[in-house]
């Protein structure tokens, strides 16, 4: 169990992040709801401990964990990059397997996730010549490739059309079935919904609710005093 | 399944790959190669020319020595590109990581920061001696033309053009990590390699405190190499700027640390730094590995000079830009510096170009003070400003010997360095640009 607690950053004046609390569990697929500029990057650059937090604290199983010992416990994909982009999709999973020190995996899981991800055509592509929905394809397997037990990816879906976004949401619920914890951040609702267990609403900086979706849309009936079953009604009540 | 690896092996192996995938790097081995081309083939040139006319005499050996003829012209080549290629190449290496993403991937690995960028320093130092076999085939062609060769001054020279080309790398990866852009860094590393010459340019105009600061300059630096001076404060001081630069870069790279944070570190670094440089400042040794001791005394005078212990003051009234205090220092008391330990010069003018001082009384005379006795010259040379010390010592002048350098004439044109370096240099470049970034990458 992972305890985010009391979390801030400031950018100056802007308050990006304000007194952040929520907890992650392990085995589950965690969805980070919240608009444009709500903060969800921001919460994840300050989680991995590549961008210094003004305050707050990170515990595991009740021990604070600090910033330099943060990569035991998470791997941050972030969103929109292409890193070593003259480098082959084939030569950056395996850099990633040894420069992160994965767990010892035979080819054939390696190869389980190339396969799963569709990347077999992509293996002697260039990162940098890669659609962008490709490259995230290929960043899910470099995170899935680290020994981090929690992986933050910062908007999984985007660039992926629907088929992809199906068939990967499905692949990486499998995983999470595996043990690893999944946390990601999805602004889109609907997607959010299909393949998360449970759901951290941000906004402004804020955490306004935390829950499964039931737990959500009760506390959202409550604020709105009107019925709410689906999260994207349960998302406008609380933000 | 490759064997378990470090991972630092494979930071080291990224570097590499992203080091090949560099346009910059390329170019700057395809540049380097006419570069070196153009000063070898004129310095060939000159020193056959001087050479046809039937050999040296006594006196003027110093023209025939292939350090000052040569080598010193055709590693200037490496000069121009330490200050303007190399730092491009570094910039792209640092930078690249941070504008692709890839840091913010790399920082996730609990490696510490001087490991990374020594890594980045490690893979541009392998960059450097790819750039630096251009001289090295002028060299080979030297030999093909029956030149001769002294190791220990090729050496000499090329240990500064390495000491330099680190001082670059580490200024370059400084400003890259702490520029959010590469533009920025280009221009920052730009400013820091113009302010060393106008700092050049001071010292000459100025002299003074400014003439002692620019000793230290990267420019100055090299000068002493090329002239087979090994001193080992300027080593000590180069080698704490590397390291201060690299410090500097490491503390830049971990975003995941608070801005403050960072830059009370650096302000530590660069304190240290400054603290190390002012003492090594006082660290005398040197070393003459010039084949015509262009930097020494002849032995037998700097035996007699170190039996002489009392400190020797000496009052130059002569300007800054004053030639013949250019004259006295080159010829003189550079070397007197080395020769005994305990010397004083204090210049003394009114001007920096001392034009209007010449109708002055005092100005151009030198005065020696050793063991409360004084003697005034006006006399630059070597030879007038042992005489005169060796009268205030008291002291018999050593008996002068034949062991004069010649040098080694060499009346060859650059037979096929036009072709070497103007057309199968690029060539190799160019074809190994293609088959590296197709097959590696």
Redesign the interface.
């Known amino acids: 169990m992972i305890q985010i607690s009391h979390l801030a950053k400031r950018y100056g004046h802007v308050t990006a992040l304000g007194d952040v609390s929520f907890s992650i569990r392990p085995g589950e697929v965690l969805g980070l709801i919240g608009p444009n500029g709500s903060g969800k990057t921001t919460l994840f650059?300050c989680l991995?401990?590549?961008?210094?937090a003004d305050g707050g604290v990170v515990l595991r199983n009740g021990q604070p964990l600090p910033?330099?010992?943060?990569?035991?416990a998470?791997?941050?994909?972030?969103d929109?990059?292409?890193?070593?982009?003259?480098?082959?999709v084939r030569?950056v999973l395996?850099?990633a397997k040894?420069?992160?020190?994965g767990r010892p995996r035979?080819?054939a899981e390696a190869g389980h996730y190339v396969q799963t991800f569709d990347l077999e055509p992509l293996l002697d592509a260039?990162i940098g010549e890669l659609s962008k929905g490709q490259r995230k394809r290929v960043l899910l397997v470099?995170g899935l490739l680290?020994p981090?037990p929690v992986l933050l990816a910062d908007e999984p879906f985007d660039g992926l059309d629907l088929k992809q976004t199906r068939e990967i949401g499905a692949a990486l619920r499998s995983f999470a079935r595996d043990g690893r914890t999944l946390f990601l951040s999805i602004h889109q609702i609907g997607d959010a919904a299909r393949f998360c267990d449970r759901f951290v609403l941000l906004s402004g900086g804020h955490v306004c609710g935390e829950g499964t979706l039931d737990e959500i849309t009760r506390r959202a009936e409550t604020v709105r005093h009107a019925r709410t079953d689906n999260l994207e009604d349960a998302f406008l009540a609380l933000t | 399944m490759r064997s378990r690896r470090s991972p630092f092996s494979w930071l080291l192996e990224k570097e590499a790959r992203e080091l090949f995938a560099s346009r910059s790097w390329w170019v700057m081995l395809l540049v380097i190669g006419p570069l070196v081309g153009v000063s070898f083939i004129s310095a060939v040139r000159t020193y056959a020319e001087a050479s046809g006319l039937n050999g040296t005499a006594a006196g003027v050996g110093e023209a025939f020595s292939p350090l000052v003829g040569v080598w010193a012209p055709t590693f200037s080549a490496c000069e121009i590109a330490a200050a303007f290629l190399l730092p491009f190449v570094a910039i792209r290496l640092v930078s690249g990581d941070r504008q692709s993403g890839a840091l913010k991937l790399e920082l996730q690995h609990p490696m510490t920061a001087l490991a990374r960028i020594s890594a980045k320093a490690l893979v541009l130092l392998g960059a450097w001696l790819a750039a630096i076999a251009a001289p090295l085939l002028a060299v080979v062609l030297w030999r093909a033309y029956g030149g001769s060769l002294y190791g220990p001054e090729l050496w000499t020279i090329l240990a500064g053009h390495i000491l330099n080309a680190g001082l670059t790398v580490a200024l370059a990866a400084a400003t890259a990590s702490l520029a959010e852009h590469p533009s920025t860094a280009a221009i920052l590393t730009l400013t820091v390699t113009v302010g060393t010459w106008i700092v050049n340019f001071i010292a000459a105009v100025q002299g003074g405190v400014w003439d002692r600061i620019a000793a230290y300059t990267p420019t100055a630096m090299v000068a002493q190499f090329q002239h087979g001076l090994v001193r080992l404060d300027v080593v000590l001081i180069a080698l704490t700027f590397v390291g201060a630069g690299l410090a500097i870069a490491a503390t830049w790279m971990r975003l995941g640390v608070a801005i403050r944070r960072r830059a009370s570190e650096s302000f530590a670094v660069a304190a240290l730094a400054g603290a190390l440089v002012t003492a090594c400042t006082f660290v005398t040794p040197s070393w003459d590995w010039s084949e015509n001791r262009m930097n020494s005394f002849p032995e037998a005078d700097e035996a007699t000079l170190k039996q002489i212990h009392g400190p020797l003051r000496i009052e130059a009234h002569l300007a800054p830009e004053d030639p013949r205090r250019a004259d006295l220092e080159r010829r003189a008391l550079s070397k007197l510096r080395r020769a005994m330990p305990r010397v004083q010069v204090d210049y003394v003018s009114a001007t920096s170009i001392g034009l209007f001082e010449q109708t002055s009384a005092h100005y151009g005379e030198i005065w020696y003070e050793l063991n409360g006795k004084r003697a005034m010259t006006r006399a630059t040379t070597a030879d007038s400003v042992l005489e005169t010390i060796y009268d205030l010592a008291g002291v018999n002048p050593p008996p002068e010997t034949d062991d004069v350098f010649r040098g080694h004439p060499l009346a060859v044109p650059p037979k096929g360095a036009a072709a070497v370096f103007y057309g199968i240099w690029p060539a190799l470049v160019v074809a190994a640009a293609f088959f590296v970034r197709r097959r590696s990458v």
Not at chain 1, 48 to 52: D, F, I, R, S
Not at chain 1, 80 to 88: E, L, M, V
């Open positions: 650059e991995a401990g590549v961008l210094p910033v330099h010992d943060r990569s035991s998470f791997f941050y994909l972030p929109g990059i292409a890193p070593w982009p003259q480098q082959k030569w395996e850099f040894g420069f992160f020190e035979g080819p260039r470099l680290t981090a």
